[in-house]
């Protein structure tokens, strides 16, 4: 337990990979969010794509952890499972606390109407109208599957190297194009539109969730034959 | 007491189209300076990786303190391998790597390490991959040093490291070691650099074990006879030559065995020189004469030296 402790630390050490970056991505994109919102001159509400932009640094965290942290941490001779269990923790918590930071900041929006330029950035149409445990649940499991996805898909590599990741983001976009091509066949596309209109962004972060834990038990079955 | 803490048995390691590890039995006790020789190539790294599951064999038994590493967290908390083409997180700076393994190692040693950063001018506070690959070698040595592992590994340490540092790393290793023995496994082909350091030796070529002795033993158990061809062939008959030289009349002949007392007198009585073989030829030739037939030798020493000049 100490040693998986010690791998969430580890990668703590240097601030900046899971704190600083995030939070400087984060504001940045806030800031330029807000620049445009207050010269668009216009005074109902303005909602904007830019909180998304952290989400696309954890992808790349995902995919580094495996490529070269878990390299380092054979190095210092830890076990798989405590470099999984590790790293997975350290995911959960930088997921939970930018939740954290995501709801406080809807808040604060809400109340300034929308920082005096009514521009909303933490507040998302249809993600955000729920109740609060909703919303919170949904950007926590988005957070949380940008890092596991970047996080098998270098499993994989590491795994299987060039030819398994090919051959597996193929195979995905194969099944996918399968699944579409027998709706069609199938004129499920009404049943389809049905079901999505019926999800709420809590069944959506259900379903995510659920899809978060099937790729994070695929990593660790991969990950326990990787080697450096 | 048995004090055996590294043991391989039948280790086999298949890749597609070659044998890494063929059929490796080794037993390594505790508190000693190993040397692991070899090509680039002859599967050190390999072995290394297999004994701390790092990787894993086709198949074969591999058993450090009595056990197997792989997530063994009690076996692997005594091990340090740090690989000569280790990675490490993209904003990892050396004190970040170094504090990184004071979580890991109960005997970490961060004024040792302080020192050490500063015999080699490493620039702690600059990222890793910014390093030159003498400063990056500089990294694993510091880890591997002050991690004071019961079981250390080093592999190729010296890798970009000039001959002041190099020298620096086996002055500090003497010292540490003598003042907190533990079990050293040096990978090296700089054979002759290394050569007064090993307590034992462990030669490894194209996957096999050719060699496995204590380094005092390998010293004495060979020698080079030089002197007119006629007398020194005479004289070597029916031994067991490892390799043979000749200019014009001359020859020089190494021969796998050790020469008495009196045959050594007679040496001297048919005007022969006799002259000691170092660590580094021994491997070389062992190496060479293992390969195979006479005129696939002489090609791959070509090739060698080829190597050499490049």
Known sequence: MSRTMAVARMQLINKWTYIGW???????????????FALIPVTEGKNGGGSQAPLWYFLVLGIQSMTLVFPFSQGLSISRRAFYLGTLGLFSLIALGMTVLYMVGGVLEKATNGWGVYGYFFNIPWVTDGPWYSTAAFFFVVMMFMFIIGFWFATIFKRWGTTGTLVSTLGTAIALIGIAALTTLFQGWGHVGNWFAQQTPLTISGWAALLCVVLAAGSYTTLRRATP | ?????????????????????????????ANRIYGLLGRNGAGKTTLMSILTAQAFATSGEALVFGASAYENDAV???????????????DFQPQHAFRSAALFYKNWDQGFADRLAEDFQLPVKRRIKKLSRGQLSAVGVIIGLASRAELTFFDEPYLGLDAVARQLFYDRLVEDYAAHPRTIILSSHLIDEVANLLEHVVVIDRGRIIMDADAEEI??????????????DTFLAGRRILHRETLGSLASVTVDEVLSGSERTEAQELGLELSPVSLQQLVVRKTMAGAGTAGTDSGDFADDTMEARR
Do not use: W
């Not at chain 2, 692997?76 to 993209?90: G, V």
């Open chain 1, 22 to 36: 995030p939070l400087t991505i984060l504001a940045a994109s806030f800031l330029m969010s807000l620049a445009i």
């Open chain 2, 1 to 29: 007491m048995n004090d055996t803490i590294v043991e391989a048995r039948n280790l086999i390691k298949h890749y597609k189209d070659l044998n890494a590890l063929d059929n490796v039995n080794l037993r390594l006790t």
């Open chain 2, 76 to 90: 692997l908390s005594r091990i340090c391998f740090i690989r000569e083409s280790q990675k490490y997180p993209d």
């Open chain 2, 219 to 232: 010293r004495g158990s060979a020698v080079t006879v030089s002197g007119s061809a006629e007398k020194v």
